[in-house]
């Protein structure tokens, strides 16, 4: 942040100015692209979110679990016989949405087994020896490191050099983004509009979950008093396996439609940056806050696009960052406040 | 009967591993017998590059560039130490100070930057050198101006505060073309050019001097190795005075410590600055020895890199994260380039290549089995003198032995 405060004037001097009119007119076309891309960020940010809730972590290797997401998607429609050419398929609108749908669930399938795999591996016996802190953020790193390598160099070994390595995949693709309708000046295509509605309806649906279900009460009353709840008959760990579950499966749907968005995304290390950004998303809403997990999603998203739009587009993640530093710095706990159990309002 | 007393009252003997053994015998020992010992091991360390032992020396790579490389990422790990190991601040972009240190002198010197000051008040010889004092102290100040909105948040908020914050100083680096040269990067980086010969045109600190055994990394090697001492020096009486009986009251609980009256936040700064400059002098290290900085090195997951060498060698011990750094840099670099190890055909540089991989399992096998570091740091009784904790661990070491007499086992008693 204090590189950025002191590179101000330089980059003023040196490099272009500050582009407000690109702001101005390219408003809502910048809109529309934040909200698609800030609709994946809240839905990766419900995950970490929720294991922050429960379970005070960082689940530093949740960005992984969303990378193991656009593999597994990938995967399904690879097994469902599409190949990776530099064609559109066209099957019509009705078989589209079915093989999206199937995608979207291998993607949800292999990013929740993940999750929950990697919570019995690493995270369950850091536990039962009530390790501090900083140990399990630690081993999250150490996840985080062997699922991207293993996507880098092992995977490649297990299909045959189809899958990981290197190089991002050649993109299966679906579906081309054509224009629906206008908003203002800009834009609404079928990909940006498929985005934020199922964003939209698996955040109302994981909101429900969690607010009008007896499991998202015994994940609330965990959040709220972990030994009150064990002593009320809810299962801990129980709790802790559904939350890891919903989080990893959330962030397979957010997979899918991010490789609809970007088809070129699909690499071991897709995962890193956009992770940072969804954690980001989740504290500027005020972490194991859902709600403020979506807000800070959409808001980070525009707010990204905005800040591309005035200073150019190399600058798109330190906007972000910088935004991160300085919600932080004048509301510690996030625009909505910290909590899971109270926030269901 | 009498014995059955004596082995109630007398306290249990506390098991003790090799390491313990090994660290009681040298904690008993008097002062110059440490120097005796540890001044000629200090020299066998230096010259290794020089005797390339067949079983140590690295195969696809020059050793003394990897030594070299040990020293700059042990400097870093001292550094990182202060900050993680006993502060207990979790600091995941300090790679970004790496990068700051090699930026200034890169900046301040490289004919590709805009501020080339070589020739103006830089000479061309000593340009470096001179730079140096600079990049420790713009690091040291980035430290005091990042340090002082964050570290007023909780742990893990710092954690990804300082990990946005490495990131932003890559992305400067990588935006920033009409400074930095972008992804080019800054090539030419001034060095000291000391003992030129006929052989040796540009000196012996050139990386043009690439004919082992005597080559550039050696050189760096032994400057980094004493910059080393000095950093442990500096370090070790900073931990034995109020600054680190204050960080270890503020690793250990913070509100505690804030409740006894140890101001937290000024001293959680200065660790964060202590550890930024000794980060920004082996980025200025790294700058002249490679003559040649770009964004790439200095990778978030360089970052990571940095963390595994404090958290494997043991947070807290500055010798121990010395030892981490060391197998960080050099298991890599000893697969690279080798076919066959103990008559056993391997491919080494796919091994080399999978060392992300390795550290990961490392870590998170360490975290469940050792979580506190192969070398873990003990708590010595800071308070006390230097004599009294040597009484009380000779104690120690007598009951283990089983040859203890009343009078160590009372100063052992004071000693838990």
């Given at each position: 942040?204090?590189?950025?405060?002191?590179?101000?004037?330089?980059?003023?001097?040196?490099?272009?100015?500050?582009?407000?009119?690109?702001?101005?007119?390219?408003?809502?076309?910048?809109t529309?692209?934040?909200l698609?891309?800030?609709?994946i960020?809240?839905?990766?940010?419900?995950?970490?979110?929720?294991?922050?809730g429960?379970?005070?972590?960082?689940?530093?290797?949740?960005?992984?679990?969303?990378?193991?997401?656009?593999?597994?998607?990938?995967?399904?429609?690879?097994?469902?016989?599409?190949?990776?050419?530099?064609n559109?398929?066209?099957?019509?609108?009705?078989?589209t949405?079915l093989?999206?749908?199937l995608a979207t669930?291998?993607?949800?399938?292999?990013?929740?087994?993940?999750a929950?795999?990697?919570?019995?591996v690493?995270?369950r016996?850091?536990?039962?020896?009530?390790?501090?802190?900083?140990?399990?953020?630690?081993?999250?790193?150490?996840?985080?490191?062997?699922?991207?390598?293993?996507?880098?160099?092992?995977?490649?070994h297990?299909?045959?050099?189809?899958?990981?390595?290197?190089?991002?995949?050649q993109p299966?693709?679906l579906?081309?983004?054509?224009?629906?309708f206008?908003?203002?000046?800009a834009?609404?295509?079928?990909?940006?509009?498929?985005i934020?509605v199922?964003?939209?309806?698996?955040?109302?649906?994981?909101?429900?979950?969690?607010?009008?279900?007896?499991?998202g009460?015994g994940?609330?009353?965990?959040?709220?008093?972990?030994?009150?709840?064990?002593?009320?008959?809810v299962?801990?760990?129980?709790?802790?396996?559904?939350?890891?579950?919903?989080?990893?499966m959330l962030?397979?749907a957010?997979?899918?439609l991010?490789?609809l968005?970007?088809?070129?995304?699909?690499?071991?290390?897709?995962?890193?940056?956009?992770?940072?950004?969804?954690?980001?998303?989740?504290?500027?809403?005020g972490?194991?806050?859902l709600?403020?997990?979506?807000?800070?999603?959409?808001?980070?998203?525009?707010?990204?696009?905005?800040?591309?739009?005035?200073?150019?587009?190399?600058?798109?993640?330190?906007?972000?960052f910088?935004?991160?530093?300085?919600?932080?710095?004048f509301?510690p706990?996030?625009?909505?406040?910290?909590?899971?159990?109270?926030?269901r309002? | 009967?009498?014995?059955?007393?004596?082995?109630?009252?007398?306290?249990?003997?506390?098991?003790?591993g090799?390491?313990?053994?090994?660290?009681?015998?040298w904690?008993?020992?008097?002062?110059?017998?440490?120097w005796g010992?540890?001044?000629?091991?200090?020299?066998?360390?230096?010259?290794?590059?020089v005797?390339?032992?067949?079983v140590?020396?690295?195969?696809?790579?020059?050793?003394?560039?990897?030594?070299?490389?040990?020293?700059?990422?042990?400097?870093?790990?001292?550094?990182?130490?202060?900050?993680?190991?006993?502060?207990?601040?979790?600091?995941?972009?300090?790679?970004?100070?790496?990068?700051?240190g090699a930026?200034?002198?890169?900046l301040?010197?490289s004919?590709d930057?805009?501020?080339?000051?070589?020739?103006?008040?830089?000479?061309?010889q000593?340009?470096?050198?001179?730079?140096?004092?600079i990049?420790?102290?713009?690091?040291?100040v980035?430290?005091?101006?990042?340090?002082?909105?964050?570290?007023?948040?909780?742990g893990?908020y710092?954690?990804?505060?300082?990990?946005?914050?490495?990131?932003?100083?890559?992305?400067?680096?990588?935006?920033?073309?009409?400074?930095?040269?972008?992804?080019?990067g800054l090539?030419?980086?001034?060095?000291p050019?000391?003992?030129?010969?006929?052989?040796r045109?540009?000196?012996?600190?050139s990386?043009?001097?690439?004919?082992?055994?005597?080559?550039?990394?050696?050189?760096?090697?032994?400057v980094?190795?004493?910059?080393?001492?000095v950093?442990?020096?500096?370090v070790?009486n900073?931990?034995?005075?109020?600054v680190?009986?204050?960080?270890?009251?503020?690793?250990?609980?913070?509100?505690?410590?804030e409740?006894m009256g140890?101001?937290?936040f000024?001293?959680?700064?200065?660790?964060?600055v202590?550890?930024?400059?000794?980060?920004?002098?082996?980025?200025?290290?790294?700058?002249?020895q490679?003559?040649?900085?770009?964004?790439?090195t200095?990778?978030?997951?360089?970052?990571?890199?940095?963390?595994?060498?404090?958290?494997v060698?043991?947070?807290?011990?500055?010798?121990?994260?010395?030892v981490g750094?060391?197998?960080?840099v050099?298991?890599p670099?000893?697969?690279?380039?080798?076919?066959?190890l103990?008559?056993i055909?391997i491919?080494?540089?796919?091994?080399?290549?999978?060392?992300?991989?390795f550290?990961?399992?490392?870590?998170?096998?360490?975290?469940?089995?050792?979580?506190?570091?192969?070398?873990?740091?003990?708590?010595?009784?800071?308070?006390?003198?230097?004599?009294?904790?040597?009484?009380?661990?000779?104690?120690?070491?007598?009951?283990?032995?089983g040859?203890?007499?009343?009078?160590p086992?009372?100063?052992?008693?004071?000693?838990?």
């Open positions: 942040m204090s590189a950025v405060l002191a590179a101000g004037p330089v980059l003023a001097a040196v490099s272009s100015p500050f582009d407000i009119n690109a702001l101005v007119s390219n408003f809502w076309a910048l529309v692209d934040g698609t891309y800030g609709s960020y809240a839905l990766v940010a419900v995950g970490y979110t929720l294991v922050y429960v379970l005070r972590l960082i689940n530093f290797a949740h960005s992984e679990i969303f990378m193991l997401g656009m593999f597994g998607s990938y995967v399904t429609l690879w097994l469902l016989g599409f190949a990776p050419s530099g559109t398929y066209d099957y019509g609108i009705g078989q949405i093989f999206l749908g669930i291998g993607g949800m399938v292999v990013s929740g087994a993940a929950v795999g990697l919570e019995r690493a995270y016996p850091l536990r039962r020896r009530g390790a501090p802190a900083l140990v399990f953020l630690i081993t999250a790193i150490g996840a985080s490191f062997v699922l991207q390598e293993f996507v880098h160099f092992v995977l490649p297990l299909s045959g050099n189809n899958l990981g390595g290197l190089n991002a995949q299966i693709r579906v081309d983004p054509t224009v629906q206008h908003i203002g000046s834009e609404v295509t079928n990909v940006d509009l498929v934020v199922a964003a939209l309806v698996l955040a109302f649906a994981t909101d429900r979950f969690i607010n009008a279900t007896k499991f009460r994940i609330r009353a965990v959040a709220q008093d972990p030994v009150t709840a064990t002593l009320m008959g299962s801990r760990e129980r709790v802790i396996m559904l939350t890891f579950l919903i989080g990893g962030a397979g957010a997979a899918l991010y490789t968005r970007v088809p070129n995304g699909i690499i071991y290390n897709g995962g890193f940056i956009l992770g940072i950004k969804a954690f980001c998303a989740a504290v500027l809403g972490i194991g806050n709600r403020g997990a979506l807000l800070g999603g959409l808001l980070l998203g525009v707010m990204e696009l905005y800040g591309q739009a005035v200073f150019g587009t190399e600058w798109r993640d330190v906007v972000a910088v935004l991160l530093v300085l919600v932080l710095m509301r706990t996030g625009i909505l406040g910290e909590s899971l159990g109270r926030a309002a | 009967m009498t014995t059955t007393t004596a082995t109630v009252t007398a306290p249990a003997a506390p098991h003790l090799v390491g313990d053994r090994l660290r009681l015998w904690d008993t020992l008097p002062r110059p017998a440490q010992i540890g001044v000629p091991g200090l020299v066998l360390l230096a010259l290794l590059p005797l390339r032992l067949p140590l020396t690295t195969v696809g790579t020059d050793f003394g560039t990897v030594m070299a490389q040990f020293a700059m990422y042990a400097l870093l790990a001292i550094g990182l130490n202060v900050v993680v190991g006993s502060a207990g601040l979790l600091d995941l972009g300090y790679v970004g100070f790496y990068a700051i930026y200034t002198v890169g301040l010197t004919p930057s805009p501020w080339n000051q070589t020739d103006t008040w830089l000479p061309k000593w340009g470096w050198l001179l730079a140096v004092p990049a420790i102290l713009i690091t040291a980035s430290g005091l101006i990042l340090g002082s909105p964050t570290l007023r948040l909780r893990d710092l954690a990804i505060v300082t990990l946005g914050f490495g990131e932003i100083v890559r992305l400067l680096a990588d935006n920033l073309d009409n400074i930095t040269g972008g992804g080019r090539s030419q980086i001034a060095y050019q000391v003992a030129t010969s006929a052989a045109p540009t000196g012996i600190f990386a043009g001097n690439a004919t082992p055994p005597w080559n550039a990394g050696l050189w760096w090697y032994w980094s190795l004493a910059l080393i001492v950093a442990l020096l500096f070790g900073l931990e034995r005075s109020r680190g009986r204050a960080w270890v009251a503020i690793r250990e609980d913070e509100d505690a410590a409740i140890v101001p937290t000024k001293f959680k700064l200065w660790a964060f202590i550890g930024a400059s000794i980060g920004g002098l082996s980025g200025a290290l790294y700058a002249g490679v003559q040649f900085v770009a964004p790439t200095f990778n978030v997951i360089n970052s990571m890199l940095f963390l595994c060498a404090v958290i060698g043991g947070q807290g011990n500055k010798l121990g994260v010395i750094a060391f197998i960080i050099y298991l670099n000893f697969f690279l380039g080798r076919t066959s103990l008559g055909p491919n080494g540089n796919d091994i080399a290549n999978y060392k992300y991989l550290f990961g399992l490392a870590l998170m096998t360490l975290m469940i089995f050792r979580p506190q570091g192969l070398f873990p740091a003990r708590q010595k009784l800071l308070a006390l003198g230097r004599g009294m904790y040597q009484a009380a661990r000779r104690a120690t070491l007598a009951l283990a032995d040859t203890a007499d009343p009078a086992e009372r100063a052992e008693g004071g000693a838990r």
